[in-house]
């Protein structure tokens, strides 16, 4: 998979996918992500999963008014 001109490739071009993961595990130098980085390369799929779940959560729930 070749990466895009902004150096992101799969997945985070995305910018919502991206921003959500920025936000939850990369804020500053103390979140686990950094200090266990290994087992963040490659992103892990269940954590992936658990971000479109709440996207689709959201979409749902913007859909039925609530």
């Known amino acids: ?3 895009d001109e902004d ?5 985070l071009k995305v910018p919502l996918i991206q ?5 939850m595990w990369f804020t500053n ?3 686990d992500s ?5 087992h963040f390369k490659p992103f892990p799929y269940p954590a992936l999963a658990l ?3 709440v ?3 959201c979409i749902d729930e913007w859909t ?3």
């Open 1 to 3: 998979m070749s990466a």
């Open 7 to 11: 150096g992101q490739r799969g997945f």
């Open 19 to 23: 921003k959500i993961i920025n936000t």
């Open 29 to 31: 130098k103390h979140n």
């Open 34 to 38: 950094i200090r266990f980085h290994k």
């Open 51 to 53: 971000i479109l779940t």
């Open 55 to 57: 996207i689709e959560c």
């Open 64 to 66: 039925m008014g609530i």
